[in-house]
């Protein structure tokens, strides 16, 4: 049988063979390697681009979250951000799991990295699918809450100790699996697997700090019987030592989960006590008058809010015998600045009339705007009830997880500069509160400084019946005085004030523990001009000298320290004393508008002080901005403190006005009560400055992890 053409010979064939054959081979060859190439780079190149995309998509929106959860502020909803995480580690996982990523791991040199990443992802996948989902489940059922019957629904908190134990059990499990793994080979894996354990360790100690919030959610939410909280509204354009007057109030009750929010009253036509509640009330007076007991309005002429809050309570109880037999728990104060700030974060507001509240211009509607567009006092009263109704609730119907990092951040700026204040008749609760660290320990509003860091308050009370103080600026300057000098024993110690000044040494105070002296100078201006007071309604102006600002002001030392003189041209000397081991300094300045008035004193500080003096003041709400004091600014020409203390060279400056750098009245601006330190400081150990023994140790070193902003992509190098 022939094998070739016939016409072609048996040599002509074997050339063929020779030279067409071989050729034919190597392309074949070559062709099926290529073709080799391109299946394996398509194979590993698409599930590499894929897995590219999704590490991208998780780290976006894991650092989303984490900015959130840290009130940091993010760009994309929570649950936006959750479902981008679930949706990415999922499919993160599911790639990796391919058999081609085996073929790697078990053929070459990168098998530790395989494994590393693949347990890795199985952990993220594992917390994923476990208590995260739990977690957000948890925030969809609360995001649906709405105002009906002015109650609100969050019964779903008590499930949420049950969520946080297991998402804490399992946390601490895939931790221990990620520490037990080899060591990768590619650096930028052994990164990622790093910062994945000590993150999950992070966000362990982070739950471990709300531990004790967590656990009290029932109680707060009234699981155990009907709870009482009151919530007030402080108005700064009459001014009290604590920041403002009392002007409006809401009952608060919570049962079951259950919360009803009261109708926001007027505190006018309150029933007045012919005594003091308490002895701490009696002691109160003899410096501040019987009005610090004796009217809710006048309640925060004390700068304690502790104090200041128990005695409103104690007021609202006296009213009726219906309010004297329920048990308060808490008092919530907050004031425009803090509404502000969550009207920012959960967005605009339109009033009955058509008014637009925004994140910028609630502090000047509520301080100037309402009085000049409703100058008839009783139409102004019921329209600002019915607007901070209309505020809160439009706040409560919008705390969503859409807007939640937002509501977090504000509410940790305005702790923070204590804009809002809590008292809450357990201690404990108090303190889980500022063990989570979204709730500053500056929400106590308590008195300023300690024997190491000593701060000055000078505390304003709007003794005429107005709404002026909207139109009131001030400047704080500090001066250390040097050497043998003593600045008290000085004929002047202003060039703004022409009279000697008086001497306030008590007697009680040792001085051989008193350490440098400082000048403080208090400046106030009165903005409001001549033809403005003709041309606003006499409830802004005031009837007794229109336009003029009549203040009682408390000076306050630093803790174991004293002021040793005052001096002012015009007012009245009122009291010297010393209440709660601190010394106070009370007298009466008025203001007359377009003038501006001094007040200085001279004050030492205790030998143990080491920092320079803070002056703090009753926040300023203006156009300007939030006045609050010295904000550490003191003018030293001195070489070294006269105790052998050297000053930080920080705090050695010139002294600039007390604003604050916001024109808007920012909710972050610091406040009077911005060195004070907590009831939680006293009792427990939550405000320490660090080390082992710190329970909030963990938070800080997570904040140093994942500071704002989050960038996961710098964690993992």
């Known amino acids: 049988m022939r094998h070739t053409p016939r016409h072609v ?92 990523w085996t073929w790697v791991r078990d053929h070459t040199a990168y098998g530790n990295d395989i494994t590393a ?58 931790t221990a699996t990620l520490r037990s793994l080899k060591q990768p080979k590619i650096h930028q894996v052994a990164s990622a697997v790093s910062a994945g354990a000590d993150g999950l360790e992070a966000v362990d100690h982070m739950l471990d700090s709300y531990d004790e919030l967590v656990n009290l959610f029932p109680e ?89 809050a128990v005695t409103f309570k104690n007021l609202w109880q006296y009213q009726d015998a219906k309010n004297k037999k329920r048990e308060v728990a808490g008092v919530i104060m907050v004031d425009p600045v803090f509404l502000q700030a969550m009207v920012g974060a959960t967005g605009n507001v339109t009033l009955e009339d058509g008014t637009v509240l925004n994140g910028t211009n609630t502090v000047k509607f509520f301080e100037r705007d309402l009085y000049v567009d409703h100058p008839n006092f009783n139409e102004q009263n019921a329209y600002t009830s019915k607007a901070a109704k209309l505020v809160m609730n439009h706040i409560l119907q919008n705390a969503k997880p859409s807007n939640l990092s937002a509501l977090l951040k504000a509410l940790k700026e305005t702790t923070s500069s204590s804009h809002l204040k809590i008292w809450m008749q357990q201690q404990s609760e108090f303190d889980a509160l500022v063990q989570t660290g979204l709730i500053n320990e500056n929400a106590a509003g308590e008195l300023p400084g300690d024997e190491t860091t000593p701060v000055s308050g000078v505390y304003l009370n709007e003794t005429q019946a107005s709404k002026l103080d909207w139109y009131m600026q001030s400047e704080v300057k500090v001066t250390r005085s040097c050497g043998d000098t003593v600045a008290a024993m000085q004929d002047r110690i202003s060039d703004k004030v022409s009279f000697a000044p008086r001497s306030t040494v008590t007697g009680n105070v040792d001085e051989s523990q008193l350490g440098d002296e400082y000048t403080v100078e208090f400046t106030m201006k009165n903005t409001l001009t001549k033809k403005q007071v003709s041309q606003l309604p006499k409830f802004v102006t005031g009837s007794t000298d229109p336009g003029t600002m009549s203040y009682r002001m408390f000076f306050m030392a630093p803790t174991n320290g004293e002021i040793t003189s005052i001096a002012y041209n015009q007012g009245d000397f009122i009291a010297n004393t010393i209440l709660n081991k601190r010394h106070f300094v009370a007298v009466k300045i008025p203001v007359e508008p377009e003038s501006s008035v001094t007040v200085a004193y001279t004050v030492r500080v205790p030998k143990t002080a080491k920092s320079a003096l803070n002056v703090v003041n009753t926040p300023l709400l203006n156009e300007q901005g939030i006045q609050t004091g010295s904000n550490g600014a003191v003018v030293d020409n001195c070489t070294a403190s006269s105790n052998g203390q050297q000053q930080d060279s920080s705090q050695s400056a010139s002294a600039a006005p007390s604003a604050s750098s916001s024109s808007s009245a920012s909710s972050s601006s610091t406040s009077s009560d911005s060195a004070s330190k907590s009831s939680a400081s006293k009792s427990s150990p939550t405000t320490s400055s660090g080390g082992s023994d710190d329970p909030l140790s963990s938070i800080k070193d997570m904040k140093n992890k994942l500071s704002c902003p989050v960038d996961v992509k710098s964690m993992m190098g």
């Open 9 to 100: 010979s048996r040599k002509g064939h074997s050339t063929l063979t020779k030279v067409i054959r071989p050729k034919r081979i190597v392309m074949g060859v070559a062709f099926v390697l290529l073709g080799l190439v391109v299946a394996l780079t398509a194979i590993f190149g698409v599930s590499a681009i894929r897995m590219y995309w999704e590490a991208n998509r998780f780290i976006s929106a894991g650092e989303n979250l984490a900015n959130a959860a840290l009130g940091c502020g993010s760009k994309t909803s929570i649950s936006k951000s959750a479902d981008e995480l679930v949706d990415s580690s999922r499919k993160l996982n599911n790639e990796l799991n391919k058999p081609q």
């Open 117 to 174: 990443a693949r347990t890795m992802l199985q952990s993220v996948n594992n917390l994923v699918e476990g208590p995260f989902t739990d977690m957000v489940n948890l925030s969809k059922d609360l995001s649906g809450f709405s105002m009906k019957d002015k109650t609100v629904d969050l019964s779903s908190l008590s499930n949420m100790p049950k969520i946080v134990h297991q998402a804490r059990t399992d946390i601490q499990r895939e």
């Open 220 to 308: 707060l939410l009234g699981e155990n019987g009907e709870r009482t909280y009151l919530l007030t509204v402080q108005n700064p354009a009459e001014l009290r030592s604590a920041g403002g007057m009392v002007g409006n109030y809401a009952v608060v009750t919570a049962n079951k989960g259950v919360v009803d929010i009261g109708d926001f009253k007027t505190t006018l036509g309150f029933k007045n006590p012919t005594r003091a509640f308490d002895s701490a009330g009696e002691e109160e007076a003899r410096l501040y008058g019987v009005q610090v007991w004796n009217w809710p309005q006048t309640t925060t002429v004390n700068p304690d809010y502790q104090r200041a």
